[in-house]
Nanobody
Framework: QVQLVESGGGLVQPGGSLRLSCAASGSILRITKMGWYRQAPGKQRELVATIISGGSTNYGASVQGRFTISKDNAKNTVYLQMERLEPEDTAVYYC????????????????WGQGAQVTVSS
């Protein structure tokens, strides 16, 4: 019903920057929240950043001040600008969206993207 397509991952040197994008499509009436989570090998999935429909943001402690989440409502797209990347940021980054569907009418559900690999290494 809803698909999330991520792009922008890759390999970057420590101190470098990357920008992730996630576009949502399908039976979308409205998106109430979008966000990014990440999972490193052998670790649990953790919050990176979220943004709600009104624009308020929330960040994980380890990325506060280095990462910025933003959205384009017209495109149902969320972005994650990552600065001053560190090897500890290496992980698969997953996009998440909480969606009010058009069909079934007004059903609310959470969706996940397929994941984008980010590797920070010299």
């Amino acid at each position: 019903q809803v698909q999330l397509v991520e792009s922008g991952g890759g390999l970057v040197q420590p101190g470098g920057s990357l920008r992730l994008s996630c576009a949502a499509s399908g039976s979308i009436l409205r998106i109430t929240k979008m966000g990014w989570y990440r999972q490193a090998p052998g670790k649990q999935r953790e919050l990176v950043a979220t943004i709600i429909s009104g624009g308020s943001t929330n960040y994980g402690a380890s990325v506060q001040g280095r990462f910025t989440i933003s959205k384009d409502n017209a495109k149902n797209t969320v972005y994650l600008q990552m600065e001053r990347l560190e090897p500890e940021d290496t992980a698969v980054y997953y996009c998440n969206a909480r969606v009010i569907l058009t069909l079934p009418p007004s059903k609310v559900d959470d969706y996940w993207g397929q994941g984008a690999q980010v590797t920070v290494s010299s």
